[in-house]
Each structure stands twice: as structure tokens, then as C-alpha cells.
């Protein structure tokens, strides 16, 4: 509903900044007067720097993440490991990932994970591609890195029926007890998912 005490241009600016995840109409509020109070500092800036992500930031074609060069930088930086693939289920993974700086290999975004309830079938993702990039190129392994809910697995158990004609190798991430988790805290998935993932000490 618009805001009366407001201007319809202030209004349209809280409710765009309402729709970003984590930001509710309070933190659009926020968000907004923040801006306002500062337009040299930040909201010039900003909207200069969204006007140039429009513009140039697109979806790389093999991997699905999001750069200002197509295919994106890590698809084409040499001294990665082109043969193996690293599946996540949205760029902010890769960026996770990128982050730890564990990976050197590729990477394939799905957008998003199977969902009956959500009605997100296989087609609306990212897996055709993915089954092919393991038919077409020379890929020694695929690495399932679901998030550990039942739509990441699910969407996991069909990647691995698809991918085991092609027979390459598939493997996940082992799920279980963060470094530095107490018991305690840990909820029930998670310690069983630590016990069934257990190794050699």
C-alpha cells in the first residue's frame, strides 16, 4: 500500500528495495533514508554501479555464474582444473566456495534446486547443460554440493542417475560437524550425517 506521508518517488524506492532478500518494508525504510541523507556518498554511487551491472554483468554460457566476460573469468583461467565440475545450486554458493579458496576446478550453477511443493521441475534448471558438459568434454569427476535439505538431495539422487550412464565419478561434499561445532548445539541431521560420514582417525 503507498505510503501517503512520503513522495511516490521515495515510495517506488522503498518498495524496490523491499523485494531484496533479508530486507523487509522496516529495512527498506532503512535502507532508503540512508540513501537519501547521503546521495553524494551513496546513492549516486550506487545507482551508477547497478546501472553498470545492468549493462555489462551477464550469465557465463558453460557455468552459470554471473561476470562481466562471457565465458566468465574461472572458465577461462588456465590453471584450473577443467576437469573436474563442482555443481552448486545458486552463484552465492560458487562465491562460498571461491571464498574458501578449498576448489581449483569448475563449476556448474543450477539455479536452483528440484521441488515438487514449488513446482520447480528438472527442465527449470540448469541440468540438461550440466549432462551434457559431462558427455561432451573430458570430465574425470562431478561434485555434488547440495545444500543437506531434502530438496538438495533429492535434486543430487537425479543428477546421479542421469550422470551414471556417462560413468564418470560422483562424489559430495561430506556433510557432519562444523570445525569448532559443539554436540550440543548440533541438530539431529547433522549428527547423523556426522556419524554415517565418520573416518579413520
Known sequence: MPNRSVSPEIDRLISLLSKLPGLGPRSARRAALALLKKPDALMSPLAQAMAEAAERISTCKICGNVDSSNPCHICTTPTRDMTTICVLQDVSDLWAMERAGAFRGSYHV??????????VRPEDLNIA???????DGDIAEVILAMNATVDGQTTAHYITDHLEPTGVKISRLAHGVPVGGELDYLDDGTITAAMKSRRPF
Open 110 to 119: 543450477l539455479g536452483g534446486t528440484l521441488s515438487a511443493l514449488d513446482g
Open 129 to 135: 547443460s550440466l549432462i551434457r558438459r559431462v558427455s
